[in-house]
């Protein structure tokens, strides 16, 4: 008797380790197939089976509480689009941009400006093996941080990486370049934390000059960034600020952001601000789906002419 009932309870414990371990394993993969880690306050929409839109919106989070974020994810393991630079020297405004290429589905501006009499060569931009501008700010320049990463990508517009931007650019052998800043998260590191962390600085950072990194990066502004994903896919991504609805994030807090909610193996700040733009194809009135402040009204109007922009096809 007694040896029949040690082995029903061996059957048991040996019966709930395997469940356990089947259940383990079934919430492992099934979270893995989904790249937003907490959906709460999101809204998910499928442009194409490969993009996916995102849009966070929340007013009781305590963390990211009146923050307006949208993310656009493209897959390009699915072989059904890639990936596209545009660069206007003329500049213009990205619903502009996009009549001028067929079949685009979504975009947001890029990078900082290269035409700009005061700092046009604080940036790299290469586009299919031409390099179109060159940095040659010295160290010492208040524009030494603006091209601290790049993204390269293929011709293809299929393979991308982020990562630090070297001392000479001639060494990167990818046929396209386009230079940001700062570094948000490199290889899993969210190295944005601590790049312009004003918390407990006894500094008045309205003194600085508006370029100073602390100054641009230390404070809440709109925010547009780019990130890859450790499966390969690239994340396009606007922040809204300057409004009670949507109060705009630090590059530290844009970096805790996309770390609770993607954990991308990398990210990086592009042009922000009033340059801050996203569209999504059939979205009214114009496309624009965020709220550019160039007009000082929360409304999908108030585009800036850019001269760069990243689009999916």
Same mark, same amino acid.
């Given at each position: 008797m007694l040896k029949s009932k040690i082995k029903i309870v061996a059957m048991f414990i040996a019966f709930a380790v395997v469940s356990c371990q089947t259940y383990q394993s079934v919430t492992r993969k099934t979270s893995g197939k989904n790249e937003l880690l907490d959906q709460k306050d999101w809204k998910i929409d499928t442009l194409r089976k490969d993009v996916i839109w995102y849009h966070y919106a929340s007013t009781t989070d305590p963390e990211f509480a009146n923050q307006n974020v949208n993310v656009v994810s493209f897959d390009p393991k699915a072989r059904l689009g890639h990936a596209v630079l545009a660069y206007e020297k003329e500049k213009d405004s990205l619903s502009v941009f996009t009549s001028k290429i067929p079949g685009l589905l979504a975009g947001i501006n890029a990078t900082y400006f290269i035409e700009k009499k005061d700092s046009a060569d604080y940036m790299h931009l290469r586009l299919k093996g031409k390099d179109l501008q060159q940095v040659k700010v010295p160290k010492s320049s208040i524009y030494w941080w603006k091209h601290q990463g790049m993204m390269t990508f293929n011709n293809d517009g299929t393979q991308f990486d982020i990562q630090f931007s070297p001392e000479d650019f001639a060494t990167v052998k990818s046929e396209n370049i386009i230079t940001g800043a700062p570094m948000l $998260? *490199? &290889?899993?590191?969210? $190295?944005? /934390? #601590?790049? *312009? !962390? #004003?918390?407990? /600085? &006894?500094? !008045?950072?309205k003194k600085l000059h508006y370029e100073h990194y602390l100054k641009h990066q230390g404070v809440r502004h709109p925010r547009t960034a780019i990130s890859v994903t450790e499966a390969g896919k690239l994340l396009l991504i606007t922040v809204d600020g300057r409004n009670a609805a949507a109060k705009g994030m630090s590059a530290k807090e844009l970096t805790k952001f996309l770390v609770r909610y993607f954990n991308p193996k990398s990210a990086m700040n592009i042009d922000g601000g009033g340059s801050t733009m996203m569209w999504i194809k059939g979205q009214l009135p114009n496309g624009i789906v965020n709220y550019p402040t160039d007009n000082k009204k929360f409304d999908h109007y108030g585009q800036r002419k850019v001269e760069t922009a990243l689009f999916i096809k």
């Open positions: $998260i *490199a &290889n899993y590191k969210p $190295i944005g /934390l #601590t790049f *312009a !962390d #004003t918390s407990g /600085l &006894n500094l !008045d950072l």
